[in-house]
């Protein structure tokens, strides 16, 4: 399967789960958003910044930006952009 299709594929099935959300409330949201990104986070420390180093186009990277984005005051958000600045 070429990486565009993959691609695409994924953007579906995200947008899918995007419909399923809009029943979410705002702050539960908030809260699942913050969840991903600390776990995402904390997965990044214990398998090393060389496994999971912080490039546009890895999906780990490009999900915590667009986080950050929407939650810039968020604790979370913080330590993702002072780990990933260095």
């Keep these: 399967m070429s990486k565009e299709i993959e691609q695409q594929q994924c953007q579906a099935c995200y947008e899918r789960q995007l419909q399923k959300?809009?029943?979410v409330l705002p702050s539960e949201l908030s809260d699942l958003l913050a969840r991903v990104m600390r776990a995402l986070i904390l997965t990044?420390?214990?398998v090393g910044?060389?496994?999971l180093p912080p490039i546009k186009g890895w999906e780990w990277y490009d999900?915590?930006?667009?986080?950050?984005?929407?939650?810039?005051e968020n604790e979370w958000t913080t330590i993702f952009l002072e780990?990933?600045?260095g």
Excluded: L, Q
């Design 21 to 23: 959300s809009e029943g």
């Design 83 to 85: 780990k990933i600045e």
């Design 49 to 51: 910044e060389d496994v």
């Design 44 to 46: 990044r420390e214990y």
């Design 63 to 72: 999900a915590c930006m667009m986080i950050a984005e929407k939650m810039p």
